[in-house]
Structure formats: C-alpha cells, structure tokens
C-alpha cells in the first residue's frame, strides 16, 4: 500500500500555500509538522479530495484522490468535526454508518467494536454534550474508522486536550498506525515525538525536510522555538 503525492500545488491569488509537495507514504505514522500558515491544513484537504489542487496529483496505490475507490479507504478528522449534541455516542455512529452505506447489521457489530477500542463503551448510551473534550476527540476516532480505512488523515487531533487524554489518544494512535497510513498535522512537537515514525517537517508550503525525528531532534526544536501557535488558518 501506498499514497503517491506528485507536484502538488495549491495557489490562491497571489498567494501559494501549497508549493510543489510530493511524498510518497507507506503504512505507519508520519507527523505533518509545521508553525501555523505552513500550509499543512490545506495540504491535507487536497489529500483528503476536498480541495481541488491547482496542480499536481495524489493516488492510492494508484487510485486517484477524486475517484470513488479512493474515497471509500479513506478517513479523515479535521480539527473540528461536526457532530449532533443530543444524539448518544451510538446513535451518532449508527448515523454515520447509515451515511456510509454499512449495512445496519454489520454497522451495529462495528460500531460496538469501536466504542470499546476507543473506551467509550460505558457512554455509548449518553448524549454527546455531556462528553469531555478527550471523549468527543475518540468518538471522532471511532467515526472515521468505520469503513476500515487504509488512509488516516488526522487534523490537530490532540489540541485542547488535556496532558492525560493526550496519551490515551497518542496511544489510540499507534495502534493504528500498524496497518493504516497515518498523516498527523500538528504544531505540538510532542505529538510528533512520541508517535510518529517520520517527521515531514513544513514551511511556507513546503516540505524542507522528511526523516525520523531522532536524526534531527536538536535541530527540529531549535527551527520551531517561538514559532509553533495555535490553530492554523492557512487559507
């Protein structure tokens, strides 16, 4: 398996936020880091199909991003995904289900399976809103895991959280990140450090440099000291 990401160029105006990335990903973690405006938000919609690229081209083992195939092993958490207060943490997942196209039988089977994976079994009947931040964050995990997807794309999932629901969503992490292809955009560095197996590092819409963290740790934090903020808006 693998994700082919050739040229890729992403221009607004005048402005160029995406400048000619091209990667190649294989299963494992790869920790997107970058200050915010770097570009890796809109990297990462472009990857998922969401925004058309001015240039360039992303496959899956050869599918490209617009066709169906690709679509159906993909799955993405953006920074702030959308769900419905009132409804339990089952119900949501059923919901998604449904939207999905499971099958309600199977859909059920799964939906058990993933709120055990992710700890919330014993909150599947209650309602989103009286969830935690940490919680709410896992429920999205369990979500974008219900078609079994071969790519992960994940979108600041530990902002906001609190030290110890960093872990436990650190440690969610790797698990998955054994057979599926993870791209993790942060500008925490302790996220990349203690999850990823590659660093892609990002500026000014490009990637200037690509290894495993412990080759240039010295390096990486000295380049981001005072740089790394808070959400990224880099449209």
């Not at 089952?90 to 709120?115: H, I, P, Q, R, T």
């Amino acid at each position: 398996m693998e994700l082919v990401v050739d040229r890729l160029t992403k221009q607004y105006k005048n402005k160029i936020a995406v400048d000619r990335v091209s990667l190649q990903l294989i299963p494992g973690i790869y920790g997107l880091l970058g200050a915010n405006g770097a570009g890796k938000t809109t990297l990462m919609r472009m990857i998922c199909g969401i925004l058309k690229p001015t240039g360039g081209t992303v496959t899956l083992d050869r599918q490209d991003v617009m066709e169906e195939e690709y679509r159906a092993r993909l799955g993405y958490l953006p920074q702030d995904f959308g769900y419905y207060p009132e409804f339990s943490g089952m119900d949501f997942l059923m919901y998604m289900a449904a939207l999905k196209g499971l099958e309600k039988s199977y859909a059920k089977k799964k939906a058990e399976e993933l709120l055990e994976f992710t700890a919330l079994q014993d909150v599947a009947k209650k309602k989103i809103k009286t969830y935690s931040g940490g919680m709410k964050q896992r429920l999205g995990i369990a979500q974008v895991l219900l078609n079994d997807p071969d790519l992960l794309i994940l979108d600041e999932p530990t902002s906001g959280l609190d030290p110890k629901e960093r872990v436990r969503f650190r440690k969610l992490i790797e698990q998955l990140g054994k057979e599926s292809i993870i791209l993790l955009a942060t500008h925490i560095v302790s996220d990349v450090e203690q999850t990823a197996d590659k660093v892609l590092l990002m500026k000014d819409g490009q990637i200037i440099w690509q290894g495993e963290w412990t080759e240039q740790k010295g390096n990486l934090e000295t380049f981001y000291l005072g740089q790394l903020g808070e959400e990224e808006d880099d449209e």
